[in-house]
């Protein structure tokens, strides 16, 4: 899936947008239990995974 699609359901719907990411994982469950807290705190973290998730997968082999 395309990688501004998971941004923007990040933003919107950020269970959504860490789901198609992680899949079900501690991940989205961290991500449903905040955006259950507040709007704000979900759309913060989901962005965050996102990227994160990103930024792991385009880091070269250590070994």
């Not at 359901?9 to 807290?37: K, R």
């Amino acid at each position: 899936m395309n990688k501004l699609i998971r941004y923007i359901l990040g933003i919107f719907v950020p269970p959504l947008g860490v789901f198609l990411t992680y899949g079900i994982s501690p991940a989205f469950f961290i991500n449903l239990g905040l955006t259950f807290l507040g709007y704000v705190p979900g759309c913060i973290h989901g962005v965050w995974a996102i990227s994160k998730h990103y930024e792991t997968a385009q880091l070269p082999d250590a070994s």
